[in-house]
């Protein structure tokens, strides 16, 4: 059995559990997006790679790519944009695949999500590295291939 | 004299998968080659719909407009190209970018386009580990997206 220290940390979880290894997660993926079947789609590998750092002020995913923990929420509000409000496809993953490919989950509640976690591994400031960037194109990929395609209009 | 740099041409069979290795996809089109043209127009309207949006959004996760037009440029010359196969996706990637992508049996390919006239370029095995990895440049006589040392 995994042992707990394989699992992040907690930070500032303002009394939320810690992530278990037994949770799902999901990654909302972004609504641009273009498929040549989109009947059929496959979850593009650069969906789980975070923003890239651009500047000071466009830092991009310095804390690890967002996810919301299926146990802290509900399939359709997790599919929900904080900005617009729209649902949105999500990819969805177990923690223990996280695990298995060597990264961690932290949560990282937000005032009106305490839901919200990151994967601090897959980071931008990280990214600028360009050795550390290959193998953070291996774990998003990984994470691909163990993801499944959550629709809106199947919630 | 220059140096004789080694050519990644995008058209053919060494980056971009052709038809003929997609297998059972494109064997299972009466016609592939006239369905892949057809892919890669709608491909364009995508393309130019985020091209034109570009100035409208400072949104970070929306395409810029050299992006854009590097990737409009790559797509129609694959059009020329009748051996080149659509991606399977194509996503804004952040940071103004784009990445597309294809996948067969023998892996993934992920060309994102960072800069203008410049993708990065990465080819993953089955198993998802990186089989290689480039930095490309647009060769503006060629037309051809070329690895530079």
């Not at chain 1, 949770?23 to 009947?39: I, K, T, V």
């Not at chain 1, 509000?77 to 060597?102: H, K, Y």
């Not at chain 1, 590295?129 to 994470?143: F, G, N």
């Not at chain 2, 100035?55 to 407009?65: I, M």
């Amino acid at each position: 059995m995994p042992t707990p220290k394989s699992l992040h940390a907690p930070m500032d979880t303002d009394g939320v559990p810690p992530v278990s290894e037994s949770e799902q997660l999901y990654r909302r993926l972004l609504p641009a997006a273009w498929y040549r079947n989109s009947d059929h789609p496959i979850i593009p590998q650069n969906y789980f790679m975070p923003r890239p750092w651009q500047s000071p002020d466009r830092p991009g995913d310095t804390d690890g790519i967002s996810v919301n923990r299926a146990s802290l929420t509900d399939a359709i509000t997790a599919s929900r944009r904080p900005d617009t409000g729209e649902c949105v496809p999500m990819a969805r993953f177990a923690v223990t695949n996280v695990l298995d490919i060597g990264l961690t989950v932290g949560p990282e509640p937000l005032p009106d999500d305490l839901s919200h976690a990151v994967i601090p591994e897959l980071n931008s400031l990280d990214r600028r590295d360009s050795a550390k960037e290959k193998e953070m194109e291996e774990w998003a990929m990984a994470l691909r291939n163990c993801s499944t395609l959550i629709r809106p209009d199947s919630l | 004299m220059m140096a004789q740099v080694p050519r990644v041409g995008i058209t053919r069979d060494r980056i971009v998968p052709a038809i003929n290795s997609t297998g059972g996809r494109a064997a299972a089109l009466t016609d592939p080659i006239n369905a892949e043209l057809n892919h890669w127009k709608k491909a364009i309207d995508q393309l130019l719909a985020w091209r034109r949006a570009a100035g409208a959004d400072d949104g970070e996760d929306l395409p810029t407009s050299e992006i854009a037009d590097s990737a409009i440029d790559f797509a129609y010359d694959q059009i020329g190209g009748v051996y080149a196969c659509a991606p399977d996706s194509m996503v804004p990637s952040g940071a103004g970018r784009i990445a597309m992508e294809w996948n067969n049996e023998n892996g993934t390919v992920v060309l994102e386009f960072v800069e203008l006239g410049t993708a990065s370029y990465t080819r993953f095995d089955r198993n998802g580990k990186i089989l290689e990895k480039h930095v490309l440049k647009r060769n503006p006589t060629s037309r051809q997206l070329e690895l530079r040392g």
